[in-house]
């Protein structure tokens, strides 16, 4: 039998379909995976392998009464494994944030996505490594330690959602979710060369993930194809009543042609993703990428996104005011951990103090500056109206075309320690997707490429809002033709 822990989300929902394994199997291959090389990864900060099993047989008992008995179709990813970022609730499963302050918090309900993956079958083996409360780019910030990247274990798997990222790279699930605010999605999914999926704000309910900056937080799948991003997305999104953001749009199922005519496609390229500091191969890579696309009948030309460079700075001053505002709640008192003293004030202090990781810190600080009596115009209100300038880049561009091409990040992944004493560099990660958060538009980051030393490359395509569709149609009929994603890590 083929190595199990091999098989993609389409093709582990044939082979449990035709009978060729079983769920118990397919899902004792991955917790063996796991077992065998966490140790060297560290992508959980939770494994929930006793409750994966029983979800498996559980899984394989309806299927074998469906196929006697008949009956209503079985849900569709019935019996599959998924990790899932530890900033999603799970029923019942402790919801860490990768902070010390929720620890010991276990949530009494599971985020709208689990639990939408919960019906459709699935089967969660654990909770993902993540930067504190999803702030970072490298994981480096979560409280239990980092995550190794799969292709170097030396080097970073990007963040915030590096764990779910690199339990993809490491075939240790076919499938995870994670988080994107401002790239914690696409930019692991490229360091780990994976698939990862910026929806669109509003596509996926926020429902029960733990809130960082409410109004770019988006919830979003790790897999190894675009097909696989496109089968998993369909059945988490949609309209939600529990998140008054969610947006009340049909989600329809994409049947992905396999025939990779992109003729028509209109394919914009920004000038100003092209800039002077890449690394030359991740350039090289996303042009030649884009002449692939070229190849299949897409028209290329040049859009332009002038308000590209204040994404930086108007991201980081509402991702920290918000973060501020949301961040209030672990007092000691409703939430987690709780220092005790003498009186309220030293409770809270200390309680926080104590509690949160320095980048942590830096954020509630700049964002409880940045909203303060006195600065609030100079700094969040400004930042909201050059934000609006930004959206309306896009909405300009997306007139002109169907999608917008773009490197993933600047870099292939960098190594632990090389970008931790310099928060400016760490943040610099982020400048090609954190825009795509500022607009709501979604992004979708695939391989295209390795650098010299035999890292990964990512390249980013982004669509008008709700358009996930044209994203899946594109990378699909990329991956037809191109093997980028098929490489895996040699791992022991
Ligand atoms: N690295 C960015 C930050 O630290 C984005 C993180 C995210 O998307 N959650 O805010």
């Known amino acids: 039998m083929t190595d199990l822990t091999n098989l993609t989300l389409v093709q582990a929902q044939r082979a449990l379909h035709s009978g060729e394994c079983s769920s118990v199997e397919l899902t ?10 966490e140790p060297c990864i560290h992508a959980f900060i939770t494994h929930t392998p006793q409750a994966a099993l029983e979800a498996a047989s559980q899984a394989d008992l309806r299927r074998a009464r469906w196929k006697k008995e008949g009956g209503s179709m079985l849900p569709p990813l019935l019996g599959i494994p998924l990790a899932v970022k530890d900033l999603l609730c799970l029923a019942g499963v402790r919801c860490t944030c990768g902070s010390r302050i929720l620890e010991n918090f276990i949530p009494p309900y599971s985020a709208t996505a689990v639990e ?4 459709a079958g699935m089967v ?8 504190e409360y999803a702030m970072g780019s490298s994981t480096e910030n979560s409280a239990f330690g980092p995550t190794h990247n799969p292709w170097d274990t030396g080097r970073v798997p990007g963040g915030s959602s590096g764990g779910s990222a690199a339990a993809l790279a490491a075939r240790f699930v076919p499938a995870a979710l994670g988080s994107d605010t401002g790239g914690s999605v696409r930019q692991p999914a490229s360091y780990c060369g994976v698939v990862g999926l910026k929806p669109t704000y ?3 309910s926020r429902y029960g993930l733990v809130a960082y900056g409410s109004s770019l ?12 991003a496109a089968l998993i997305f369909e059945h988490m999104a949609g309209y939600d009543r529990h998140d008054a953001t969610s947006a009340d749009l049909p989600v329809s199922s994409t049947c992905l042609d396999d025939n990779a005519d992109l003729s028509g496609l209109r394919i914009g390229v ?5 800039i002077a500091g890449i690394q030359p191969e991740v350039t090289n890579a996303v042009r030649t990428a884009i002449a692939v696309f070229e190849a299949q009948g897409a028209v290329v030309f040049p859009v332009s996104l002038p308000h590209t460079q204040y994404a930086l700075p108007v991201y980081y001053l509402i ?4 973060a501020s505002a949301n961040l209030a709640r672990y007092d000691g008192i409703r939430f987690g951990a709780r220092r005790d003293a003498d009186n309220l004030f030293d409770l809270f202090s200390r309680t926080r103090g104590q509690n949160f990781g320095a980048e942590v810190k830096r954020r509630i600080m700049l964002g409880t500056y940045a909203l303060s009596a006195g600065y609030y115009d100079a700094y969040y209100g400004q930042a909201q109206k050059v934000r609006t300038l930004i959206q309306r880049d896009f909405d300009k561009a997306f007139e002109q075309v169907d999608l917008i091409a773009a490197p993933v990040a600047p870099s292939t992944a960098f190594r632990f320690n090389e970008h931790l004493d310099d928060p400016l560099a760490m943040y610099l990660e982020d400048v090609f997707t954190l825009p795509a958060n500022l607009a709501g538009v979604p992004g979708l980051a695939f391989p295209a490429g390795f650098d010299s030393a035999h890292l990964p ?3 980013q395509l982004m669509a008008a809002p709700f358009r996930e569709d044209i994203l899946f149609r594109a990378g699909h009929a990329y991956q037809q033709i191109t093997d980028w994603h098929q490489a895996a890590p040699s791992l022991p």
């Open 28 to 37: 004792r291959a991955c917790l063996e995976r796991i077992a065998r090389l």
């Open 202 to 204: 509003g596509r996926v």
């Open 116 to 119: 939408r993956l919960l019906a």
């Open 319 to 322: 991702a920290s005011s918000e």
């Open 270 to 274: 920004p000038d100003e993703y092209f």
């Open 217 to 228: 937080d988006t919830v979003g799948p790790f897999t190894r194809t675009v097909a696989d």
């Open 124 to 131: 969660v083996v654990g909770k993902t490594n993540t930067d």
């Open 457 to 459: 490359i990512g390249m």
